[in-house]
């Protein structure tokens, strides 16, 4: 009878992992076959070359009054001198701000790449889950990622509240991703 119930046991709970499905995607194959995306790549390069030519021809300028300052130092007076240290370093930070507006991480790029990607993504995700549901799919991971990546999860697998409650925390207290 025991081993009856061992077996009865060992069968069910292979046909519940049976019955959990998943499936991967590749999301850079994905992007590489969406023209909004190739488009949307194309003016985000447009805008960093821009962006990064308008820096390399201050900090050019910059260098210039360097090397200018330093051929004609011997020539300025004290109070000359230090007025050119200061537009340098005026010029100096400018450049460094002006970076940090394009290229910084809530720089005008970071914003570009949110305005153009965003819907793109939004696509793909909304895709996702209709492929999982259409497929019932419990799992669906992207193999283009580091790491392991779950593009999609059927909430009914998420048994966070069990492991919180099982630790003696109350769920729920925190809102969920």
């Known amino acids: 009878m025991r081993k009856l119930f061992f077996f009865v046991l060992f069968a069910v709970s292979i046909l519940a992992v049976q019955a959990q499905k998943f499936a991967y995607i590749d999301t850079e194959y994905i992007l590489k076959n969406i023209p909004e995306y190739k488009d949307a790549q194309k003016q985000l390069d447009d805008y960093s070359k821009q962006w990064q030519q308008q820096i390399d021809r201050k ?13 004609e130092e011997i020539l ?8 050119r240290r200061e537009e340098i370093l005026k010029r100096e930070e400018e450049a460094r701000k002006f970076k940090q507006e394009k290229f910084g991480v809530d720089g005008e790029l970071f914003k570009k790449r949110k305005e153009l990607i965003k819907p793109i993504q939004e696509k793909i995700y909304k895709a996702v889950q209709e492929t999982a549901n259409i497929g019932r799919y419990s799992i669906i991971f992207d193999k283009a990622s580091r790491g ?26 925190e809102q969920r991703r």
């Open 148 to 173: 392991l990546t779950m593009v999609y999860t059927n909430p009914k697998y998420d048994k966070s509240d069990d492991i919180l409650r099982r630790m003696g925390y109350k769920p729920g207290e």
């Open 76 to 83: 300025l007076t004290e109070s000359m001198k230090n007025k």
């Open 59 to 71: 900090y050019q300028e910059i260098d210039k009054m360097y090397q200018d300052f330093e051929a």
